[in-house]
């Protein structure tokens, strides 16, 4: 099924000017073609076509890695026709990944003794972790559920408005409904107060956030415990926790040792984190780590032999590549806890250099907080003449790529630009972004104001985040759309960029 559009419907075939040596008939777009054609050809018509992607490195808008030593890259090349899956055929690569769920398992305060080895996995990316999480929480409720002849047939989650997509994939693919807290003005994550009292007896989990997309701020997963233990005293449930730490997994531990989120908390029964974020490996790999073997159900564990010997999984995928497993080991050796330390000081220092920039343009409110995933979340102190997704869109013409979108409910009116800062992100880039954002103000400012009013918006409601006729994509496209036009006919005539 393809659920994506490929660009233009109406030209069939593709062009290629070094693959004319090759090719004297052009590509069919859409159908397999007749004939094989050379490798020098395929590879200079691939290579061609990718050059008008984005840069990864200038792709503000993205957690994943997008940079690693070329040692590493030797080692994930050198495996990349290793199947994961063939544990038998590769018993070294899986003790590599024992190895990693042991040591994010320790660094996540999983009580461990001297003898004890971790539970976990290695996954895809946190939302495969968050699905496995999600589904032991489920199992285990309704096992509880059955045991007091009870009902088990309507399981809730309570997350805040601010979750990230998987678990809304989550609760609508495994038939968990979603309850969610809403956000307000000026305070953006899941209030711990307000998810403990939507509790109920059906409430297989809490899920707490550890660096929320949207701003990075690290929900209160300490006075989450706290309520819920009084609440689990009150009631007789014992409604657990989740912490989703995509992100924050691999900065609270090396920038906040003494913030208490994790396994030290008794409620904590498991937290996934993407290896492929601040884990600081190319995208495709996460994990989901259990406080203990009781809190992961036996009958969700397949065990194969097929392949040899007996191999416990408990997976969505069956075969995936094993580079990325081998990959996220030689970070954990290789930089230590020393080195994760200094790159996620180093990427603080670079969002704190960002921040104070964009404080000194005097024309944004900053987002996000000291205290969190090292990113900028910034909205303009007046939008009504240009708006953040006009900015968004001029910072292409640099080459920066930093999105614009609206706050969940009920703080939707409220629309920020955020800057992810990387491993890879120097301060040298953070200081030209600063000068690229000041000239683009500089140039909206000498702009015809109120594209709104043209898009049909009146200003008030466009203040208040009320679109009138048209959906908010529906703007953003046509907003899109216009600048597009708008900077490709400038370019024409003045030359800038
Ligand atoms: C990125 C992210 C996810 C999804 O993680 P993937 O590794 O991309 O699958 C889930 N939750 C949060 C908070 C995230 O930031």
Redesign the pocket.
Known sequence: MVLSKAASQSDVSVHSTFASRYVRASLPRFKMPENSIPKEAAYQIINDELMLDGNPRLNLAS??TTWMEPECDKLIMASVNKNYVDMDEYPVTTELQNRCVNMIAHLFNAPLGEADTAVGVGT???????MLAGLAFKRKWQNKMKAQGKPCDKPNIVTGAN??V??EKFARYFEVELKEVKLKDGYYVMNPDEAAEMVDENTICVAA?????LNGEFEDVKRLNDLLIEKNKQTGWDTPIHV?A??GGFIAPFLYPELEWDFRLPLVKSI?V?G??YGLVYAGI?WVIWRSKEDLPEELIFHINYLGADQPTFTLNFSKGSSQVIAQYYQLIRLGFEGYRNIMENCQENANVLKAGLEQTGRFNIVSKDHGVPLVAFSLKDNSRHNEFEVSDMLRRFGWIVPAYTMPPDAQHVTVLRVVVREDFSRTLAERLVCDIGKVLHDLDTLPARLSIKLGISPEDAKNGVVVKKTDLEVQREITAYWRKFVADRKKTSGIC
């Open positions: 957690f994943v895809v990316g946190s939302s495969e972790a968050i979750v990230q998987c678990w956030i550890l660096g929320s997309t989703d995509a992100s996934n993407s492929h974020k996460g």
